[in-house]
């Protein structure tokens, strides 16, 4: 009997927690997931290059995962917006804007790594990183 409930229990946390979520940043699309991963992949592959670089340092990584809470803070105000104003593409596109600055920081970790980026990228990496050093101000 006692194992039944507890599955119940399990079974009814989840579900309101998955509630609590969806009623903070909407439903849970193709969008957040991707911002998700994203957010996942750059901490993981972070925490790597810290330890590659042996300069893994727990503040660091707080630091980061703080910044990774503000934007599913973002992703909830835009949802909310998105209610307010009765419209369904602000959340979206704040999950989108995001989701590419946590692709370009795990293509700038794993170049940290060693690994070989596209020439292209390494440019519009330059670019996002406050210029080509040839650009004449």
Do not use: W
Request: net charge neutral; hydrophobic share 45%.
């Amino acid at each position: 009997m006692f194992k039944n409930f507890d599955r119940l229990m399990l079974c009814a946390t989840n579900s309101v927690c998955l509630t609590f979520v969806t009623v903070l940043v909407g439903k849970i699309d193709y969008a957040l997931i991707f911002l998700l991963i994203g957010m996942i992949t750059d901490f993981v592959t972070g925490v790597l290059c810290g330890f590659y670089n042996k300069n893994l340092s727990s503040n660091t990584a707080i630091k980061g995962l703080m910044k990774k809470l503000f934007i599913l803070v973002y992703v909830m105000l835009a949802h909310h917006l998105d209610v307010l104003l009765n419209t369904q593409y602000i959340r979206t596109a704040v999950c989108y804007l995001y989701a590419t600055g946590e692709v370009l920081s795990i293509i700038e970790n794993g170049s940290t790594l060693g690994l070989p980026v596209p020439e292209p990228i390494k440019k519009a990496l330059e670019i996002l990183n406050g210029g080509d050093e040839n650009d004449e101000k």
